[in-house]
């Protein structure tokens, strides 16, 4: 059987960080920690179909911080897709809340690299909104 705890523990420490990023006001060495979790070479497909890179990525964590107040994040369904020496496919289920109701479902897809260091780091997302 394949193994994928390292990566599911890091979906979830790295949602975990996310939260309390938008959440509420937080030192720059959390921001900081959280862009380390992510590949210079990092590319992602939002929900919308917006095509997304680090830099962007980074730019929006930055404006994004301690604005949505009461902000949740509910992980479930992580599967693993793809096991290989440097990295894995793994795929969960998003759900995001925050004070004022706002309410969204999205189905995710990551692609891992596991650096010859240790560290595992996110190289490419693919967000897509679930229907009500």
């Not at 990566?7 to 990023?21: G, M, N, P, S």
């Not at 479930?76 to 795929?91: K, N, P």
């Not at 004070?99 to 891992?112: E, K, N, P, Q």
């Amino acid at each position: 059987m394949n193994d994928y705890r390292e990566y599911f523990d890091e979906v979830i420490e790295a949602h975990r960080l996310i939260e309390q990023w938008f959440a509420s006001v937080q030192s720059p060495a959390v921001l900081e920690n959280l862009l380390a979790r992510f590949s210079p070479q990092f590319s992602m497909i939002s929900p919308l179909g917006r095509v997304l890179d680090f830099e962007v990525l980074s730019e929006l964590f930055l404006l994004a911080g301690a604005k949505k107040l009461g902000f949740r994040i509910e992980l479930s369904e992580l599967r693993g897709i793809a096991l290989y020496d440097g990295g894995a496919v793994v795929s969960y289920r998003e759900q995001q809340t925050d004070a004022t109701g706002l309410h969204s479902d999205r189905r995710s897809t990551v692609v891992f690299e596991k650096q010859a260091t240790g560290p595992i780091i996110w190289r490419h997302l693919h967000e897509t909104f679930c229907k009500a």
